[in-house]
């Protein structure tokens, strides 16, 4: 299981939320196959928004982030609920590239670095907050930062990092997300600069031991922090046969009549792995009168 730790400094000017994504990135790679480069990038985008969907008020409320690059990845989609839980797809689950010139994995080559980075907030009301930024870097963290400061006006930091074993499977993967509200004074951000500048990358400290509230204080450091919260977060879809069922009502009577000649139907939810079978005769039973 993941969690994720929420700690605000004494003032309650800056919040720092981390994670530690190691089952929520290895399920990624189990659902969808993906090559090390895009588990990578993919499990970024996952974390990333857990942490912002983390951050959301009523329980019911959802964000939706997409990275649609000109990278062969094609377009990255993750889905948080309010508790930071995560469901990912991507468009293009395998793509090779040679390392980058630090000798890592290429995510900015895989997702490319121009297109847009779109966020859907589902809040309850009449309509869902939509913002949209282009792509800064492809990176990843750094358009989640960027997205964070120009739509929604809100100073941030953004750390995010996959480690990938030479077998596919994930070593280790985690991040945080600093948000400073409006009233946070300069001293605070002069501290929090100071703080990240002396951190080692997010995966060096995960694989060193640390843990995700050892890694929130220390990005905190010096504003005399506490923990605010603690929870698990899993990678979680929450498809079912019922919003299958209205999926396919939606095609209207002679698209289904037209399944139903095909000795039935498969649909497959692109989130997980589950599959759900539909005879004839349940198709025809869709149909409204």
């Known amino acids: 299981m993941g969690r994720i730790v929420r700690v605000i400094s004494k003032d309650a000017s800056v919040v720092c939320s981390a994670i530690d994504g190691k089952d929520i990135v290895s399920r990624i790679e189990e659902i969808h196959k993906t090559s090390a480069v895009v588990t990578a990038a993919l499990g970024r985008l996952a974390m990333g928004t857990s942490l912002m969907g983390f951050g959301l008020k009523g329980k ?158 220390k990005a905190l450091e010096g504003l005399e922090p506490n923990v605010l919260d603690d929870f698990e977060v899993n990678y979680r879809c929450d498809c079912s046969r019922e919003r299958v069922e209205n999926a396919l009502i939606s095609l209207g009577r002679a698209e289904l009549e037209d399944l139903s000649k095909d000795g039935g139907t498969d649909v497959e939810c692109h989130f997980c792995d589950n599959k759900y079978h539909f005879t004839p005769e349940e198709i025809l039973g869709l149909i409204k009168e």
Do not use: H, W
């Open 60 to 217: 019911d409320d959802s964000i939706t982030v997409k990275m649609d690059g000109d990278g062969p990845t094609g377009a990255l989609i993750c889905v948080s609920d309010s508790m930071g839980n995560v469901k990912a797809y991507v468009q293009n689950p395998v793509v090779e590239l040679p390392l980058n010139d630090k000798g890592k994995l290429d995510v900015r080559g895989a997702v490319g670095s121009n297109g847009t980075l779109s966020v859907v907030k589902d809040m309850g009301l009449k309509e869902p907050y939509c913002g949209q930024v282009p792509i800064v870097s492809g990176e990843i963290a750094e358009d989640i930062t960027n997205y964070l400061a120009v739509s929604e006006q809100v100073p941030s930091v953004c750390a995010l990092g996959v480690l990938v074993n030479p077998d596919l499977t994930v070593n280790c993967a985690g991040g945080f997300l600093i948000q400073l509200l409006p009233f946070a004074p300069e001293s605070a951000i002069d501290q929090i600069e100071k703080n990240i500048n002396g951190m080692e990358s997010v995966t060096k400290l995960i694989c060193g031991g640390m843990t995700t509230e050892a890694i929130a204080m």
